[in-house]
């Protein structure tokens, strides 16, 4: 952290250095990234993501959202609209933030200047799809907001979350892996702690949880050390095979 700098991580575990969260999915052709976060140019270059089908959002928060002009990479090679999916107030948000980016551009009569998206509106537990891929929204409590979490298949993506009720858990019944945002060992008011993750972890049962979105207080080794090896956390450019 700019403010507070390695915290009780290793300066010298690469794993210990990490970007915003952000989640890239791959499945027969279909690619879904969910958030973008302001640092998603380093993300798709390091990664080498040269397709976008479609952006889901969990919530607004900006350490998620600011990134967006970074998708105008995508728009000039893609040379189409990206479509955008999340709550009617992420969706707000970024309209309102980024409105150039919902104004067309004539592709015949001009070059390709910003970023282009198309918005569409979700709602927890009403499942859509993104070409062949079966997205299942759920509604995470986030303390200043509800945030959405999003299962498909056999994968789970929940970050920003303190709270999760029944409703969650029925979506979530019977995934193999599960990302869960994890800040801190200690609890905190809007966000998921060591504690929490573990609570659910007994209730969802998965093959396998990694945690992610961790602060200062969260040190690679010293979790792989503490936690049973069906935990582990994540790290930036972790590729999971599901
Ligand atoms: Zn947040």
């Known amino acids: ?3 507070r700098g390695w915290g009780d991580c290793s300066p010298s575990n690469p794993k210990n250095r990490r970007l915003r969260s952000s ?3 791959s499945d027969k052709g279909t690619d879904i990234l969910i958030d973008s976060g302001p640092d998603l140019r380093e993300q798709l270059l390091s990664a080498g993501i040269r397709n976008i089908d479609a952006v889901l959002y969990t919530h607004l928060h900006a350490d998620h959202t600011d990134g967006v002009n970074e998708l105008r990479e995508i728009n000039r090679l893609t040379q189409e609209a990206i479509p955008i999916y999340g709550d009617t107030a992420t969706i707000d948000s970024i309209y309102t933030r980024f409105d150039y980016a919902f104004k067309d551009i004539d592709l015949s009569k001009e070059a390709l200047y910003h970023v282009i998206l198309q918005k569409n509106i979700i709602n927890p537990y ?3 799809k993104v070409k062949d891929i079966e997205i299942k929204p759920f509604s995470q409590n986030h303390c200043f907001m509800d945030t959405l979490g999003f299962r498909m298949g056999d994968f789970a ?3 920003d979350a303190v709270d999760l009720d029944e409703k969650a858990f029925e979506v979530l019944k019977g995934v193999k892996v599960w990302l ?6 200690n609890p905190h008011p809007s966000h998921a702690g060591l ?3 573990l609570e659910w972890a007994k209730i969802v049962n998965p093959e396998q949880i ?3 979105h961790m602060s200062i207080g969260m040190d690679y080794d010293t979790l792989c050390q503490m936690l049973p090896t069906n935990i582990r956390p994540a790290y930036d450019g972790m590729v999971i095979d599901i």
């Open 1 to 3: 952290m700019v403010s």
């Open 23 to 25: 989640v890239f999915v």
């Open 126 to 128: 009403i499942n859509f």
């Open 157 to 159: 993506y929940s970050t």
């Open 180 to 185: 869960v945002g994890c800040l801190s060992l």
């Open 195 to 197: 504690e929490k993750v």
């Open 210 to 212: 990694y945690l992610t």
